[in-house]
């Protein structure tokens, strides 16, 4: 069936670095454009990052700009978020999600979600 | 960047309430809006996209309206399992989400 699966979630100290992945499986994952969003405690849903199904071009929300790189490989149906920088603010559940087609370009397919906490 | 907000922050209403959900953007979005519903735990769910179109599966109970800056999330009939938080969408120009709205079933 249609699934995402993140990985690479886990404790991290500030100013140190995190990759996370997320695992495509029952689509073609080529077709579509990805999403990170992500969640903090007891908090609403922020958007993080995109990028288009081409992994040609990506876009960033400005909380994560210039330490965060969104980044796919087609040839493992795998998405992936390298986190530079990382802050005490950016502790949170990490979700991907599809950027739907029949959708209109919305969120269609969510991950589980990886949880991140950045602590020292 | 564009704002949504949401109204009410929390609901409480009874096994078949009609409950409606409100979501105003800080600028005209056209009728780029969706909505998810979030269970504890659990990673959003889609339910309707371009502001009124049912996403497959999603029961016929919910309903979506509203262009520009106002838009409506409707539940007929509500049910047990429609207890979560739910949250609006705008991607017209990037992407934002509204703080959510709790929904309790009495």
């Known amino acids: 069936q249609v699934q995402l699966v993140e990985t690479g979630g886990g404790v991290v100290q500030p100013g140190r670095s995190l990759r996370l992945s997320c695992a495509a499986s029952g689509f073609t994952f080529s077709r579509h454009g990805m999403h990170w969003v992500r969640q903090a405690p007891g908090k609403g849903l922020e958007w993080v990052a995109v990028i288009w199904y081409d992994g040609n071009n990506e876009d960033y929300a400005d909380s994560v700009k210039g330490r965060f790189s969104i980044s796919r490989d087609n040839s493992k149906n795998t998405l992936y978020l390298q986190m530079n920088s990382l802050r005490a603010e950016d502790t949170a559940v990490y979700y991907c999600?599809?950027?739907?087609?029949?959708?209109?370009?919305?969120?269609?397919?969510w991950g589980q979600g990886t949880r991140v906490t950045v602590s020292s | 960047d564009i704002q949504m907000t949401q109204s009410p922050s929390t609901l409480s209403a009874s096994v078949g309430d009609r409950v409606t959900i409100t979501c105003r953007a800080s600028?005209?979005?056209?009728?780029?809006v969706a909505w998810y519903q979030q269970k504890p735990g659990k990673a959003p769910k889609l339910l309707i996209y371009k502001a009124s179109t049912l996403e497959s599966g999603v029961p016929s109970r919910f309903g979506g309206s509203g262009s520009g800056t106002q838009f409506t999330l409707t539940i007929s009939s509500l049910q047990p399992d429609d207890f979560g938080t739910y949250y609006c969408q705008q991607y017209n120009s990037y992407y934002s989400f509204g703080q959510g709205t709790k929904l309790e079933i009495k």
């Open positions: 600028q005209s979005i056209n009728d780029w």
């Open positions: 999600a599809r950027k739907g087609l029949r959708s209109f370009d919305a969120f269609d397919i």
